[in-house]
Nanobody
């Protein structure tokens, strides 16, 4: 059984910062890609940023230069540092991890429960 436990969301004024964390807990053999996605009311879920096990990153154009994704492989944890936040960043942020639970099992994607980020103008 694997769970992704998120923390760090909240309410912040425009221009402020927040740091999201997501820890993968349970039976884990190897974690491949990890990432953050977000979904605003009335919109589809969209990619924010991803990071490979080797540290290569990918960002949505809308967050480049403002958000930074990182991970601690020893802790099975991924972070999202969000700076210069804008009202349009308001959404539920979801953590994602692609992993094997055992060396012989197939790779599977898991999702966190989501954490609300609200940016006031």
């Amino acid at each position: 059984q694997v769970q992704l436990v998120e923390s760090g969301g909240g309410l912040v004024q425009a221009g402020g910062s927040l740091r999201l964390s997501c820890a993968a807990v349970g039976t884990i053999f190897s974690i491949h890609d990890m990432g953050w996605y977000r979904q605003a009311p009335g919109n589809q879920r969209e990619l924010v940023a991803t990071i490979t096990s080797g540290g290569s990153t990918n960002y949505a154009e809308s967050v480049k230069g403002r958000f930074t994704i990182s991970r601690d492989n020893a802790k099975n944890t991924v972070y999202l540092q969000m700076n210069s936040l804008k009202p349009e960043d308001t959404a539920i942020y979801y953590c994602n991890a692609v992993l094997n639970t055992y060396y012989y099992t197939a790779v599977h994607g898991y999702w966190g429960q989501g954490t609300q980020v609200t940016v006031s103008s």
